[in-house]
């Protein structure tokens, strides 16, 4: 059997991964070293010459990363010890491995798209925490934050929605907690729209009622499978007498506005007693400009609780509830800023792997964690999911993106040329979007 297709890379003139690696990380760097810039007075209260000689550092090295990505330099190691420093190393050198001795070095253009995007994020990282003492200066803090605050009407919507639910939640029959279970779904979908890093750092707030939108939408889900989701969940309902514990485990994307509309599907869940109890996993490092950090989920939920608005004050007091007893869980770990696709991943992070095995179901939310599932590569439109994972399976899983990358598998026969040739940008617009399910049927 032939093996999995070439990756998708800075080599195809014209290709998102070209466009991104030519224009979007050039201007998410010149953003990150404005932010520094901007901050140089804080790091100068805070720190004194040291702050300011620290803030000079991380910009000069990140001046440094800018040039050696747009003059297509080759790839260089890791040199401050961290977490995973040797992991990535090794790394580098198996995609040197991969090149014919004439190529020379991994180099920007030449390399998989998915390993550039993520070294490019974990330089950024490198380049503070060689620059103490601001190295635990998140340099997308501020926009993540903007995203929360220019969203808030949405926000403060959907919570409302949620609590005037919650008020009727013990009467629903089965089929108006369907109904319910997928509209809370097609929001959690459709607030994965909210992406810094595809607009290079600029604002992606959600400004309208999510909610009424919905009817509107649905034509644009190429991939529902969202019927597999509701007969797993209320069959572990269904069988709970048996097994006490229903645990659904949710791995997230975007902070802000995406993370609320997935903390509210995560509150219906367990309020709906479809799961008993939710594991929610977010990266180690700022990531992908708006990816979600420990610091993040805490600060929303704090945020939503100290909301002037009762309905949605209580949100935050149940979220903040739900993870004091345990019922809501976060964990982060090294390798999902890594630069391993998901198959990889019981050879280099058995204990991840062993841990999402202990889930009913596993929510991956977003298009970086659709790229590592199907290996970010060429794939064509009709090859199933199951392939496309490449032996990934630690439990029954369904990814919920939209869609910002030329990858899309899964399709029924015709489906994607019919929307090359309607729509050329499908792929990368976010306007589409998948529920895309692999597991027992």
Excluded at 27 to 52: N, P, V, Y
Excluded at 56 to 68: C, D, M, T, Y
Excluded at 94 to 101: D, M, V
């Amino acid at each position: 059997m032939a093996g999995p297709p070439p990756a998708l890379s800075g080599q195809d003139v014209g290709s998102f991964a070209y466009l991104t690696i030519k224009d979007r990380i050039p201007q998410i760097l010149t953003k990150a070293i404005d932010t520094l810039h901007r901050h140089k007075s804080e790091f100068f209260e805070k720190h004194g010459e040291k702050g300011m000689e620290a803030e000079k550092k991380a910009i000069s090295l990140l001046s440094k990363l800018r040039n050696e990505s747009q003059t297509d330099k080759p790839i260089t190691p890791f040199v401050e010890k961290f977490a995973d420093t040797d992991i990535w190393n090794q790394y580098l050198e198996y995609q040197q491995s991969l090149l014919n001795e004439t190529d020379g070095k991994p180099r920007w253009f030449y390399s998989p798209w998915l390993f550039v995007e993520c070294y490019m994020y974990r330089r950024i990282h490198e380049a503070l925490i060689q620059s103490p003492p601001i190295d635990d200066f998140d340099v997308f803090k501020e926009s993540k934050e903007q995203n929360f605050f220019e969203s808030l009407d949405s926000i403060t919507a959907l919570c409302i929605h949620l609590q005037e639910m919650m008020t009727t939640i013990e009467d629903l029959d089965e089929n108006q907690l369907k109904i319910e279970l997928f509209k809370l779904l097609q929001i959690s979908l459709w607030g994965n729209k909210c992406d810094l890093s595809l607009s290079g750092g600029e604002t992606s707030s959600q400004r309208t009622n999510i909610i009424n939108s919905l009817e509107d939408l649905k034509p644009f889900i190429l991939v529902n499978d969202m019927e597999h989701l509701w007969s797993l969940l209320s069959n572990c309902k269904k069988t709970k007498e048996k097994v006490s514990v229903t645990r659904v485990d949710i791995v997230l994307d975007n902070s802000g506005f995406e993370l609320v509309t997935d903390l509210i599907l995560a509150d219906f869940l367990l309020s709906s007693k479809l799961a008993t109890e939710i594991h929610f996993y977010g990266k180690m490092i700022p990531w992908f400009v708006s990816d979600t950090t420990v610091h993040d989920f805490n600060w929303v939920i704090e945020q939503v609780k100290h909301s002037d608005h009762t309905w949605v004050s209580k949100c935050g007091v149940d979220w903040e509830n739900y993870v004091k007893m345990g019922k809501w869980a976060y964990h982060d770990h090294i390798f999902w800023t890594g630069p391993h696709e998901f198959c990889a991943m019981s050879r280099v992070a058995p204990d991840l792997y062993a841990e999402l095995q202990k889930a009913h179901l596993i929510l991956f939310k977003g298009d970086l964690n659709y790229r590592k599932l199907t290996g970010d590569r060429k794939w064509e439109f009709t090859v199933p999911f199951h392939q496309a994972l490449n032996g990934f399976h630690p439990a029954p899983l369904c990814s919920i993106r939209t869609l910002k990358a030329e990858i899309q598998v899964g399709l029924q026969p015709g489906q994607g040329e019919q929307l090359t040739a309607s729509e050329p940008n499908w792929l990368t617009t976010g306007k589409y979007g998948i529920f895309q399910f692999d597991g027992p049927l």
